[in-house]
């Protein structure tokens, strides 16, 4: 491999398909930070990294846009118990939502246990709220992250105040996958109403974006057929990401979606809507496709950022982690050596993956060679 590199421009090489150092290792943080040792989530994410010898990839760097509702949008909530209540009342109707946080989730993790959009009404009150929608943009978050640890590494700036494609949210968030499921068969044109209404405010949200100077662009999309038909993502989330990536590639700009469910039926389409790789890819148990096969599928010259499943993460010792991650990085570069690949745990970590634990996967990495 190539001459020595610091974390950025050894990120972008392996995103880029130049010849890094070797091949990086970029930790994804998720959940397991507040299970850390205090001292070190007091030393900030930036020193365990350092410490550790890992290559800094800050995911959903601060979105530059900023969202703005009428004052006559107000939202209250209130407990109901464990339950925490929110009503977002508009001149056209009201929409409810509950989370709930259970003891062995812990402080960090609420469940979102009622949708807000629950019948044809509901989803035009929505429709009515992205219609009086409007964005600003606020470039001083991003210019504090740069500042900050977003100095070392390379950042993918969070795209969309929404952070997910319109059909995407409302799977996750707005409606839930059955209740979806039953609108469109009932009253699909109030549903693609909606969807082409959050879309078109989602292109005005990418087109501010742009103002921020990152690279590379990222959303949580959480895409996985778990949720929803490979026909439905072809056509509701793929049409999406593919104007998103015309608008940044206009530009110069990379967006690498996010995707950490069963890939199998989907990962084609994603390729084919022009997102520059994929970040967090599971193999199985968590998602449904290996390394392996998801290096086979795409080609080389498509970037996969994962590859370590996180209960392996969680469950091997660390003699056993060390060929299980040389295993993760032959798998992820290819049977030529030359695939481009970020090594990462995938998605999410288990609370309990300990410092120990990243710091060998991090020796393994570091002395690894195809």
């Not at 989602?202 to 959303?219: H, N, Q, V």
Request: glycine letters at 8%; charged letters at 20%.
């Amino acid at each position: 491999m190539g001459a020595d590199l610091n974390a950025r421009e050894r990120l972008i090489a392996a995103l880029e398909g130049c010849t890094p150092d070797r091949v990086p290792f970029s930790p994804f943080l998720a959940y397991v930070w507040e299970s850390l040792p205090a001292s070190v989530q007091a030393a900030g994410q930036l020193a365990f990294h350092t410490r550790i010898g890992a290559d800094p990839l800050w995911r959903g760097a601060p979105c530059p846009v900023r969202v703005h509702l009428p004052a006559t949008v107000t939202t209250r909530s209130w407990q109901e118990g464990p339950r925490r209540c929110v009503e977002t009342v508009t001149p056209v109707g009201a929409l409810r939502r509950t989370y709930l946080k259970t003891p062995a989730a812990g402080d960090q993790t609420e469940f979102l246990v009622e949708h807000p959009l629950k019948t044809e009404d509901d989803l035009r009150i929505q429709l009515w709220i992205e219609e009086h929608t409007e964005y600003t943009l606020d470039l001083e978050p991003v210019r504090q992250h740069l500042a900050g640890d977003g100095a070392v590494g390379l950042s993918l700036g969070m795209l969309l105040p929404r952070a997910k494609a319109a059909f995407q949210d409302l799977v996750e968030h707005l409606m839930g996958t059955e209740e979806l499921a039953y609108a469109l068969a009932d009253y699909r044109e109030t549903v693609e109403a909606l969807w082409q209404a959050m879309v078109a405010n989602d292109l005005r949200a990418a087109e501010l974006a742009l103002e921020a100077p990152y690279r590379y662009f990222i959303t949580w999309e959480d895409s996985g057929t778990q949720n929803y038909a490979p026909s439905a993502y072809r056509r509701y989330i793929a049409t999406e990401v593919a104007q998103w990536v015309a608008l940044l590639e206009s530009d110069g700009r990379r967006y690498i979606q996010h995707a950490c469910g069963h890939l199998r039926a989907i990962l084609g389409a994603m390729q084919a809507s022009g997102a520059h790789g994929v970040e967090s890819l599971s193999p199985p148990p968590t998602g449904d496709i290996t390394l392996a096969e998801a290096r086979a599928l795409v080609g080389e010259t498509w970037p996969i950022i994962g590859g370590i499943e996180p209960t392996r993460f969680l469950q091997l010792s660390l003699d056993e982690l060390g060929p299980y991650v040389e295993q993760v990085l032959a798998d992820g570069m290819g049977p030529n050596g030359v695939g481009r690949f970020v090594l990462a745990n995938s998605d999410s970590c288990p609370p309990g993956v300990t410092v120990a634990k990243f710091a060998r996967v991090a020796e393994v990495a570091r002395g690894w060679r195809p």
